[in-house]
């Protein structure tokens, strides 16, 4: 029995290299995948000895593939890793520290302020950082060029949860109903919309990145005291008048598509459909909306909020290494080529994601433009100081996710007050880091 | 039975007429999803959500199709919402038949030889046997298959044939359930008279009983077939390897990419409408056999 | 599952004198093949499970002996509870409806249909697998995009949630499967019918009996066998109900459709519990055994009116 529980003794009997050592490497996103395949190609050709084999997986099954791996040693052995996931697996001894590799070849932090240290822990190091994302509006160019608003208002925003600023505004007047009326006209219907002013992801998660974390931290609210903090303030009055300023936008005045329309085919579905003017979303999806919708779509920087300033949130993948690789070195030579300038430059010219070097993003704005896609409504707000904030890391990671999606998901469906289920929710938060 | 043999005639029309409205609507409730299902397949991505709430694609292509059968470059399919990596289909069938005969063959052979035993032999802990493999059936499978990835990585069969088939091919709980209570109802005039004229025990079983048991079997076999074909878990689990990929688990590229992101819905629901039409036909045809079987073996 | 009791004892071959032992070392030697596979894959990782859900393992280290703690915490847990009871529900609403519509199925096909493709059309559905099937149904049944919302509306009628309404969701899940299995069912019921002797439903038809009067008044008591056996797979499918949650809800919306193989799954593989997981999992088992017991117990198990 005893043979099959330990994990060290299971690691034991994967088999060890070849010849041709094979480094498996796996990642989720499909569209990523040329762009890493071409790497793979570039490595290879400078080291014939090692022979990469990426495999994509969809969300779901990648992540219970790496898990099942842990458990039975078959884990690849270098794998994209996600912020919500890696601390679980490096409490756990799963992955790699890479710091005493990154100290022997002196591999430099090169990558955008933040992005490294997202993935350290009391020094050790769990990943290089190899892409990056924000959050930006998503308009549609055909329903503000009908209501007459010239796109670049919409990078001159201001939002407050009292009366929704020059935002709700905005929203509201690209709110159409079955006759024609405006959301500021006397006689809209809010019962028969058919255009709605924005569509919002409502993210009913504890990280409400795409969805409410733009919001609420213009509105002054923070997660928590920063990295592996162990205790959250979801229980802040800020974060809950934003989500109910966000419920009541779309249950109580008509402006907004409500949750339970985005809930089953998502957000961006309805508005490549048509269904609103506007949405938000991460820079990972900007190709996407390209292809996906028939008319022209545009991209704006999100609404200044009551602090004075416009955020969005940062967040960052890394390249992990499972521990129970048997090809450390052959496999750090391939993570060390995957946060290199080469590979991440490369990943760039594909435009599909902001890799985290500068010249990678330089690239990547370089393709997006040579398809006609002005996209630096996401990349602005890494170039201004305290325009971001970091993706919240902390242990227990989803333990809060499934608190918070039953807390969120009561406000959004109208069957909870913000302020009372956020609160309640945050006393159960805590409670774990007990 | 107190009917009036007067009006008979009229009745029973009134009845069929009855099934047959029901029959069709059935049908119709049957066939609108798989319509719709066929209508995204058709559909291009840039339609696909306006067009939505409409009965037909808006503006049809064959191009998912094509995706699917790998039949356009990496390049068109990732402009086309694909993974721009090649599904490689007609191996997945063939995959996909290997994996689903083996497993049909194999557990309707052993299952049916166990639940003869169970049903007509007599042998020590016949009774505790059988309410084991009965009791197996309730296990949440959660607990079975992390320890059965184990097993097979232990033989050294991930990636194989060998251990994908594996768990299914001596029994299922259920199959072995099923076919003993059909044995039970076989009348036992017949083998007791081959086992006065000297049959064995197996040749009973293999000249008289399984002839005679022919709907049966084929009715399992048929869901056994559609269970198998539609498997995706543990064959995704275990063969990781493309040279092992069956059907669902090649069509997997098409599903969700991103945590926020949107699956190639038109790719999926391509390559699930041809995924569909094999085990289509197949049921058909098994479905004529065992008519013919009962004609033939008297039962009709 | 009392099968000393059920099953009639098998005197075929004792009365031509064979040995005892010849036909108990045939017996088991028929059973040998299965006995392995059940033996390998089934025994085995429950035993095994059984010894997890005594420990508090999170797949990643190695599992330290907790006791009863586990057990103790599964009573003690309000999720847990919830979940069962939703579980409860969902079987309540599947499987009476599921079970009628596979006998009316099976009947018309057995009765009413003689083509095999008109046959297979019937039970489509049941070809398509659990995944794609609520896939498909998040698209028909979307309250935004969706075509079934569309049709509601142009005849103008209220637009519906389905999935994502805290009400409807259970009862759109159910529906969902009752869809895709009531084919299942279906050919279950038809094997059956296939048992049926034709004399018998000529003796009625020259007797002037109607359809109608033929169906409850012979097909169904002759069914009985094998509506134990569909009811007995059934339910205990039905409380296993996994894939159309984790596809069309995820659980959701707050909850409504956190079905118990789900919350069971929620902390093996998300939370990383699997000891807890593994004891709730004992749980549900448990629970099962004594649901069989007790239908066996009411149908009358195995004994077929027929043979």
């Given amino acids: ?434 | 039975m107190t009917v009036q043999t007067a009006k008979p005639h009229k009745r029973f029309e009134w009845d069929r007429f009855f099934a047959w409205f029901g029959i069709t609507l059935v049908i119709l409730l049957s066939i609108f999803p798989i319509w719709i299902v066929l209508k995204t397949a058709l559909s291009s991505s840039t339609t696909l959500f306006e067009g939505a709430s409409r009965i037909l694609p808006s503006e049809p292509t064959l191009d998912n199709f094509k995706r699917v059968l790998g039949m356009v470059s990496a390049e068109e399919a990732l402009k086309a919402g694909g993974s721009g990596q090649s599904v490689n289909f007609l191996k997945a069938i063939k995959n996909s038949v290997v994996f689903t005969g083996l497993i049909v063959l194999g557990q309707t052979f052993f299952s049916a030889l166990a639940a003869y035993a169970f049903a007509r032999l007599k042998f020590p802990f016949r009774d505790q046997i059988f309410t084991l493999f009965l009791s197996a059936m309730m296990i949440p499978g959660i607990v079975l298959f992390i320890p059965n990835f184990i097993t097979i990585k232990n033989l050294g069969w991930l990636n194989t044939m060998q251990g994908m088939v594996a768990p299914y091919i001596l029994m299922t709980p259920f199959a072995v359930f099923f076919l003993r209570q059909f044995f039970l109802s076989i009348p036992r005039e017949t083998e007791e008279a081959a086992l006065l004229d000297g049959a064995s025990p197996f040749m009973i079983f293999w000249k008289i009983v399984l002839p005679m048991s022919q709907g049966p079997l084929a009715t399992l076999g048929i869901l056994t077939t559609i269970g198998m074909w539609n498997e995706f878990f543990w064959p995704y689990l275990i063969g990781k390897d493309e040279g092992v990929y069956t059907l669902p688990v090649a069509l997997q590229q098409f599903q969700t990419q991103t945590p926020q992101g949107s699956p190639d819905w038109t790719g999926l629901m391509a390559g699930a409408f041809l995924s569909i039409i094999p085990v289509f036909i197949l049921l058909v045809v098994m479905g004529k056999r065992v008519i013919e079987s009962l004609a033939f073996s008297g039962g009709k | 599952m009392n099968p000393s009791e059920a099953t009639p004892e098998p005197t075929v071959f004792r009365t031509v004198n064979r040995s005892v032992r010849q036909e108990a070392i045939t017996g088991l030697l028929f059973v040998l093949p299965a006995f392995i596979g059940f033996v390998l894959f089934y025994l085995y990782p429950a035993i095994r499970g059984l010894w997890i859900s005594f420990t508090d393992w999170n797949m990643l280290r190695e599992p330290t002996f907790v006791g009863f703690e586990n057990y103790l915490q599964v009573f003690q847990d309000e999720k847990f509870w919830n979940a069962l009871w939703i579980t409860f529900k969902y079987v309540l609403l599947n499987i009476p409806i599921q079970t009628l519509l596979g006998i009316l199925l099976a009947v018309a096909m057995d009765r009413v249909v003689k083509s095999t493709v008109i046959r297979g059309l019937m039970i489509l559905p049941y070809l398509l697998s659990n995944v794609l099937v609520a896939l498909v149904f998040l698209w028909l049944l979307d309250p935004s995009l969706g075509i079934v919302n569309a049709g509601l509306q142009a005849l103008g009628l209220p637009k519906q949630d389905f999935f994502v309404s805290t009400d409807q969701a259970l009862p759109t899940v159910a529906f969902v499967n009752i869809w895709r299995h009531a084919g299942f069912t279906a050919l279950l019921f038809y094997a059956g019918l296939q048992s049926i002797p034709r004399s018998v439903y000529e003796a009625a038809k020259i007797d002037g009996a109607s359809e109608n009067q033929t169906f409850w008044r012979i097909t169904l008591p002759l069914l009985r066998p094998v509506t134990v056996f569909v009811a007995v797979t059934s339910i205990i499918g039905s409380f296993q109900i996994f894939d159309t949650v984790a596809v069309a809800t995820n659980g959701g919306p707050a909850d409504a459709t956190k079905v118990l193989v789900y919350y069971i799954y929620e902390n093996g593989f998300a939370f990383f519990k699997m000891g807890y997981a593994t004891a709730m999992s004992m749980v549900l088992f448990a629970i099962l055994i004594i649901f069989t017991l007790l239908q066996l117990k009411f149908f009358r198990a195995d004994q077929s009116d027929l043979a």
């Fill in chain 1, 1 to 434: 029995m005893k043979k099959f529980v330990t994990i060290s003794s299971i690691l034991a009997l994967t088999s060890s290299a070849h010849a041709a050592t094979t480094v498996d490497y796996w990642l989720w996103d499909s569209s990523q995948l040329p762009a890493y395949q071409q790497c793979a190609r570039d490595f290879q050709k400078l080291n014939p000895d090692i022979s990469i084999k990426i495999t994509q997986k969809g969300w779901d099954d990648y992540w219970t593939g790496i898990t099942t791996g842990f458990v039975a040693g078959t884990a690849p052995d270098v794998f994209t890793n996600h912020l919500s996931k890696y601390p679980e697996f490096a409490l756990n001894g799963q992955i790699v520290d890479i710091a005493p590799y990154i100290k022997k070849d002196g591999v430099k932090d090169i990558y955008l302020e933040g992005l490294y240290t997202l993935w350290g822990r009391d020094g050790k190091q769990y990943g290089l950082p190899k892409d990056w994302d924000t959050v930006a509006i998503i308009y549609n160019k055909d329903m503000l060029k009908k209501a007459g608003i010239d796109p670049k208002a919409l990078s001159n925003l201001k939002w407050n949860p009292k009366d929704g600023g020059t935002f709700e505004k905005l929203v509201a007047q690209l709110t159409l109903d079955q006759n024609g009326n405006n959301g500021l006209s006397k006689g809209f219907d809010k019962s028969k919309v058919k255009q709605y002013g924005l569509i919002n992801p409502w993210d009913p998660n504890p990280y409400g990145q795409t969805g409410w974390s733009w919001l609420a931290v213009s509105n002054g609210f923070k997660f928590n005291d920063g990295l592996y903090a162990t205790k959250y303030y979801y229980d802040d009055p800020k974060l809950a008048e934003t989500i109910q300023w966000l419920t009541d936008l779309a249950l109580k005045k008509g402006y907004l598509l409500p949750y339970k329309d985005t809930k089953g085919l998502g957000a961006n579905a309805n508005f490549v459909a048509g269904k609103g003017a506007m949405t938000t979303d991460g820079s990972w999806m900007i190709k996407w909306y390209i292809e996906n919708a028939k008319f022209d779509v545009g991209f704006a920087l999100l609404p200044v909020g009551p602090s004075g300033k416009r955020v969005s949130m940062f967040n960052g993948l890394a390249d992990s290494i499972w521990s129970g690789s048997k090809k450390k070195d052959e496999v750090w030579k391939w993570v060390k080529y995957l946060g290199s300038e080469a590979c991440e430059s490369a990943v760039g010219k594909f435009g599909v994601v902001f890799p985290a070097t500068k010249k990678g993003v330089s690239n990547a704005l370089a393709a997006h433009k040579k398809n006609g896609a002005d996209v630096s409504a996401f990349t602005k707000l890494t170039q201004t100081k305290g325009s971001t904030f970091l993706f919240p890391i902390t242990d227990n990671a989803s333990q809060i996710n499934s608190i918070m999606t039953t807390a969120l998901e009561n406000v959004y469906l109208g069957k909870a007050n913000a302020a009372e289920a956020l609160k309640e929710a945050n006393e159960k938060v805590n409670k774990l880091f007990k």
